[in-house]
């Protein structure tokens, strides 16, 4: 059975740094992401990784303060997360695709992780 667990989320101060993980039990996935929704708002991409070729994507917002990676003998992606703003605040859910993805739409991904609360206050 596949099962996607997250870990890492919490309250953080503005300006300060949280790491999310994200281990995928059951199976290896071609794509792995990490999605968000803040109250109140739809959910969307933040961050996504090719595993095999490790290439990623990120939304303009996050871009020079996130970054995406993955250990392959962990089954494992990251979001490291610097620089946090309080528009940061969201639950984020990590998100895997088992087939060849367009990696920002959350409907190409198959399975999903149960979500972990950021908070970033000012």
Excluded at 51 to 57: E, F
Excluded at 81 to 110: F, H, Q, R, W
């Amino acid at each position: 059975q596949v099962h996607l667990v997250e870990s890492g989320g919490g309250l953080v101060q503005a300006g300060g740094s949280l790491r999310l993980s994200c281990a995928a039990l059951g199976r290896t996935f071609s794509t792995m992401g990490w999605f968000r929704q803040a109250p109140g708002k739809e959910r969307g991409f933040v961050a996504g990784i090719r595993w095999s070729t490790t290439s990623t994507a990120y939304v303009d917002s996050v871009k020079g303060r996130f970054t995406i990676s993955r250990d392959n003998a962990k089954n494992t992606v990251y979001l490291q997360m610097n620089s946090l703003k309080p528009e940061d605040t969201a639950v984020y859910y990590c998100a895997a695709a088992t087939g060849v993805a367009a990696i920002v739409s959350e409907y190409e991904y198959d399975y999903w992780g149960q979500g972990t609360q950021v908070t970033v206050s000012s």
